[in-house]
């Protein structure tokens, strides 16, 4: 069973940065892709970010100049970069890993943004 671990989140200034990180119990080369979702009070989870096995990327176009998706595979890690926060970027966010017709979900991570 794979399981998923998100940390990086926390209460932030907007305008400020922070850096999520989804680590897994075991290599994350098989699965395509990765990615990272965030669900705020009252909305339905929305895709944020993805990442392929070859490393190409799709950023939602909502972050897209501010966040970025990337991976160490050697860390089993992927992270998740956010800069320039906003204060409608508040949500919990969640990685998820998919490996053929199996999907993962970490537990999330809270992530505030102040005005």
């Known amino acids: 069973q794979v399981q998923l671990v998100e940390s990086g989140g926390g209460l932030v200034q907007a305008g400020g940065s922070l850096r999520l990180s989804c680590a897994a119990s075991?290599?994350?080369?098989?699965?395509?892709?990765m990615g990272w979702y965030r669900q705020a009070p009252g909305k339905q989870r929305e895709l944020v970010a993805l990442?392929?096995?070859?490393?190409?990327?799709n950023i939602v176009d909502s972050v897209k100049g501010r966040f970025t998706i990337s991976r160490d595979t050697a860390k089993n890690t992927v992270y998740l970069q956010m800069n320039s926060l906003k204060p409608e970027d508040t949500a919990v966010y969640y990685c998820?890993?998919?490996?053929?017709?199996?999907?993962?979900w970490g537990q999330g991570t809270q992530v505030t943004v102040s005005s």
């Open positions: 998820k890993a998919v490996d053929g017709l199996s999907d993962y």
């Open positions: 990442i392929n096995r070859r490393g190409s990327t």
């Open positions: 075991g290599s994350i080369a098989s699965f395509d892709p």
